[in-house]
């Protein structure tokens, strides 16, 4: 983290001194685009070529927009989502990055991905036949208008995730039929790991995506440029590079749970920075007294007397309703339990033994103050979940400031603040 909740100044003033307006609600997330850019750097060093970073589900609930454009000015070549109006929506932002949609698409947005320079992904054989008639359409309209389109694609290979790709028979036959479409262009050939913490079965899984290479070659046409290793596979070193690798999570600055990095890219992964701070403010700070409940149900009841903080986000941010009792959060550099049950708009906190504690405090629920920390990887220990789930359920009502240090650079709200 690039300081402490101890150095540094109240979040409103830090708005102030930017020009910022205030935030509408009492919970932010912050987010650093400073450990954004470094852990993007970090990851093309220890992979040895480009990334093409994933920024899909809002960036993992970085902000998309925001996310994408700081990974972009820090080298990005190219981006990858999940979803095509994902794509759009960077492409509206005004991100001219080329951006990669990892799942297939409805054939009847061939044209308009064309235009706005969106890479597609071929995963079935179905999905070759329906992009064909559309496209053949699409090109007989640009023609009678003297236009001329093109169409950039990735070819997805099976090699065992069993989630999708065309299996490694029809890749070479795949490739010469899209060759054969006026137009179009295989930009890409990849594949997805299902556990590349496990050397043995990520080996298994390579040899089937190199099992490709050879009849594609033998069809007359070179080996698209690459790209098959994520997060888990750079670090572990379970998967080869090849021309780039795809990271999502270590780009956030976490490594996938459990995963244990190769000795040689140890330190590597020791250094990733989180991006990612989920802060906020009491609205409420009362004693409650002795049998008193707290919130829905009475589910808690004081059993001395004991200061409760309300925090002003909840179940529809993020915050698990099974979350409490057995989470804490952070204040004045002290662990607090969360007590009573999770609200959609507030959790309560059992400050009693925490020092001077007043409705200025500033809370972590993700992050670090003093001495403590709370990660991603601890909260979905708490709550038998993953990493991933953590980061990307945080809501979009969640105020985003980005900051690039201790310089704040921009804020995303639901009235479409962006950065500055």
């Not at 950039?152 to 995730?161: A, D, M, S």
């Not at 409650?288 to 529809?316: E, M, N």
């Not at 906190?349 to 709370?374: C, Q």
């Amino acid at each position: 983290m690039s300081a402490s909740a101890a150095t540094r100044a109240p979040i409103e003033e830090r708005l102030r001194e930017a020009g910022m307006s205030p935030l509408p609600r009492l919970a932010w997330l912050e987010i650093d685009v400073e450990a954004l850019a470094y852990n993007l750097q970090l990851i093309q060093r220890t992979a040895g070529v480009p990334a093409f970073p994933v920024v899909k589900a809002d960036a993992y609930g970085h902000g998309a927009r925001e996310t994408a454009e700081a990974l972009v000015q820090a080298g990005a070549q190219r981006l990858c989502v999940a979803t095509f109006d994902e794509a759009v929506q960077l492409r509206d932002a005004g991100n001219k990055a080329p951006i990669v949609v990892l799942y297939r698409v409805p054939g009847e947005l061939a044209g308009e991905a064309a235009e706005l320079g969106i890479e597609l992904t071929v995963s079935a054989p179905d999905s070759i036949a329906e992009l064909e008639a559309r496209w053949r359409e699409e090109q007989a309209l640009a023609a009678a208008t003297g236009s001329y389109i093109s169409l950039h694609l990735h070819v997805e290979v099976e090699t065992g995730l069993g989630r999708g790709g065309l299996t490694p028979d029809l890749v070479a036959g795949a490739i010469v039929e899209l060759d054969g479409m006026p137009g179009i262009g295989v930009a890409g050939l990849w594949t997805h790991y299902a556990s590349p913490a496990d050397a043995q079965a990520s080996a298994a899984q390579t040899a089937l995506f190199e099992s490709t290479f050879p009849p594609i070659v033998a069809a007359g046409f070179p080996v698209p440029p690459r790209h098959a290793a994520a997060s888990g596979g750079v670090f572990a070193a379970t998967a080869p590079a090849y021309e780039a690798v795809r990271p999502g999570l270590s780009l956030y600055g976490l490594l996938p749970d459990d995963l244990t990095p190769a000795p040689d890219r140890a330190e590597a992964a020791a250094g990733l920075r989180p991006v990612m701070q989920l802060k906020a403010r009491p609205v409420r700070l009362e004693w409650a007294g002795v049998g008193a409940g707290v919130s829905y149900g009475s589910r808690w009841r004081a059993q001395r007397p004991s200061l409760i903080a309300t925090l002003p986000l909840g179940y529809t941010d993020g915050i698990l309703r099974a979350s409490s009792p057995g989470e804490y959060v952070l204040v004045n550099g002290r662990r607090a339990p969360l007590v009573g049950t999770v609200a959609m708009d507030a959790v309560m906190v059992d400050v009693t033994d925490v020092p001077g504690v007043s409705m200025g405090s500033e809370f972590t629920l993700l992050g670090e103050d003093g001495g403590e920390r709370i990660t991603a990887y601890d909260l979905a220990r708490l709550r038998n979940t993953i990493s991933w789930e953590v980061l990307a359920t945080m809501s979009q009502r969640l105020p985003r400031v980005y900051h690039a240090g201790p310089v704040l650079v921009g804020r995303r709200t639901l009235t479409g603040d962006r950065t500055e």
